[in-house]
């Protein structure tokens, strides 16, 4: 492993003074991939600041503005208070879904967005529940729509000294369901193939769909939502037609790759199949 500095900061202005020092300065808000990333020398760090220790990144809170979650917050943390509390259905499957109980333990949320990864599990689960990325840097605070927050495999918009202090999802309604599924080759412990993320509300006295929202991991540079298979959903009545019509749209807005985990056909042939499932999913969810 090559030589840094280590910094574990107990306040946030703190920790942002260290992340604005010159050199290439890394925050850790759990370490489950940059810590192996620097092993492997695929990254490399003057600092490495730990983020694990900052009060103002380690809350978690559901209230009339929806949830809000601290970018140090574990992966077991939110699977666990998002069952509890109920409405974020598609972040509960995928926060037990991020490696294995140990890592959850010690894996962010926050990291798994950051580290951007295309396959990351978490991602398509906001990207549904349409969250808002809150940043802050010694320069000031920004809000970043999550569809806009990844710029390619491994990158995201962040600039030099500023991270992520925590993601706003907004409050679904009661008539609100939403999945995620992903395929790997192994039973678990392995990197999906494909993810797909889904939320339709419902009008129940019409039947017809308000909104609809999918996301596809894994299979595009970045997370991608499947816009025209989410239009072709709302305003009509669900039904085994709309669902198969909107699972054919979503294959075009995959461009997925071939690698050792599958061709880009088979790729394709999941982001065909896993919105079914997650669709059918939130119908049986909504009861």
């Not at 990144?57 to 209230?63: R, T």
Request: proline residues 6%; negative net charge.
């Amino acid at each position: 492993m090559p030589n840094f500095d280590y910094e574990a900061p107990t306040s946030l202005a703190e920790a942002l003074e260290l992340l604005a020092r010159p050199g290439e300065v890394r925050p850790l808000a759990g370490g489950t991939d940059i810590i192996d990333q620097l092993k492997s020398n695929r990254r490399n760090a003057d600092l490495v600041v730990d983020l694990k220790r900052v009060p103002e990144l380690l809350g978690i809170s559901f209230n009339g503005a929806g949830l809000r979650i601290g970018s140090a917050v574990s992966c077991t943390v939110v699977h666990k208070f998002t069952a509890e509390h109920g409405g974020y259905d598609a972040l509960v499957d995928s926060a037990e879904l991020v490696g294995s109980i140990h890592i959850q333990n010690r894996a962010s949320v926050g990291g798994n967005v950051c580290n951007a990864a295309p396959s990351a599990d978490t991602i398509p689960a906001l990207l549904i529940h349409e969250a808002v990325a809150h940043t802050s840097s010694i320069s000031g605070e920004r809000e970043i729509p999550l569809i806009d927050f990844f710029a390619g495999p491994g990158q995201t918009v962040l600039q030099k000294g500023e991270i992520l202090r925590e993601l706003v999802l907004p409050t679904p309604s009661k008539d609100t369901a939403s999945a995620y599924l992903r395929f790997i080759p192994r039973n678990e412990m392995d990197i999906a193939v494909a993810g797909v993320g889904s939320l339709i509300e419902i009008d129940r006295a019409t039947g017809n769909v308000l909104k609809a929202r999918i996301a596809l991991a894994s299979v595009a540079p970045t997370p991608v939502r499947a816009y025209a298979a989410e239009e072709s959903l709302e305003g009509s009545p669900i039904s085994a037609e709309a669902i198969d019509q909107a699972a054919d749209l979503a294959v075009g807005s995959a461009v997925p790759i071939t690698d050792v985990r599958g061709s880009a056909d088979y790729r394709k042939e999941l982001v065909r199949v896993l919105p079914i499932r997650t669709l059918n999913k939130c119908i049986e969810r909504l009861g």
